[in-house]
């Protein structure tokens, strides 16, 4: 079992920045994946970015050259630093954690979730 703790969310003005951390209660060097996923209500929860346990990302096309994803396996914290953020960036982000999946993608089926932190943008 691993917990995921996310932080760092609150509120800003367009083309600011902010940046998330999720801390998790295990080595996440022993996770295959972990991603940063976000959603508003009446809307699906979509995928922001991905990083595979060989440091691969992969990354939204929406936030592409503005987000990016990392991680400190000795910390076992993953982070999410967001550049240039626009209004459409509102919403809950979500850390998200797979152990066993063979690939690291969008649809993979992740086996742990936090809770969630708000970003909020204004223009």
């Known amino acids: 079992q691993v917990q995921l703790v996310e932080s760092g969310g609150g509120s800003v003005q367009a083309g600011g920045s902010l940046r998330l951390s999720c801390a998790a209660s295990r080595w996440i060097s022993l996770l295959n994946c972990m991603g940063w996923f976000r959603q508003t209500p009446g809307k699906e929860r979509e995928g922001v970015a991905l990083?595979?346990?060989?440091?691969?990302?992969t990354y939204a096309d929406s936030v592409k050259g503005r987000f990016t994803i990392s991680k400190d396996n000795a910390k076992s914290t993953l982070y999410l630093q967001m550049n240039s953020l626009k209004p459409e960036d509102t919403a809950m982000y979500y850390c998200?954690?797979?152990?066993?999946?063979?690939?690291?993608?969008?649809?993979?089926?992740?086996?742990?979730w936090g809770q969630g932190t708000q970003v909020t943008v204004s223009s």
């Open positions: 990083i595979n346990s060989y440091g691969r990302t």
């Open positions: 998200a954690a797979d152990r066993f999946s063979s690939y690291c993608t969008f649809g993979t089926a992740f086996d742990y």
